[in-house]
């Protein structure tokens, strides 16, 4: 396996939490309300599993690596991608606000909460659709065999790195948790 298709086997996993995130959306239209522990978990999964697992590992171990080798060619392509990593932290913080305090019983709350989730759905399904299709490929092409054992092996500390060897498994099962909740 090499390092890209790693990254593409972690957006499977970030694909189907967006999707559970599609159904509290369509509910929260519908003037229904999951419950504020789904949102914790949604909060939970967004920020360790999509920002400081995936995302760390692209922005510092592979745009840092292409970046270096390619001098500039992808400078734009990567800087707009941090940005879009940016903004979907933006949201995450704009949920976590939202949900703060009886959110449940506030219009406006639950208002700024579906702006933000929707926005939120939105940007990542169209980053992830971007790296896959279109960044991933170049990135294919500049990374040699010895780039890739290299990346595996940053990837493999940052398992480490966030404490527990079973990381991934136990955040499967977090959107499974959330699947029931929804
Ligand atoms: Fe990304
Ligand atoms: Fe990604």
Known sequence: MKSIDILVKEHQL???YLDVLVQSKEKL???DQPQVVFFQHAIEFSKKYTDQFHHFKEEYLMFGLLAQKEQGLLDGQIGELRYQHERCRHCIREIEKSIQNHFDSDEMKTSHLLENLSGYISLLNRHIFREDHVFFPLAGK???CEDDEYLINQFKNQ???MGRHNF??????LVKQMTMLV
């Not at 991934?168 to 099962?173: A, G, L």
């Open 14 to 16: 970030i694909g189907r």
């Open 159 to 161: 398992e480490i790195n």
């Open 142 to 144: 500049s990374l040699t």
């Open 168 to 173: 991934s498994s136990e955040m499967k099962s």
């Open 29 to 31: 239209e519908k003037g």
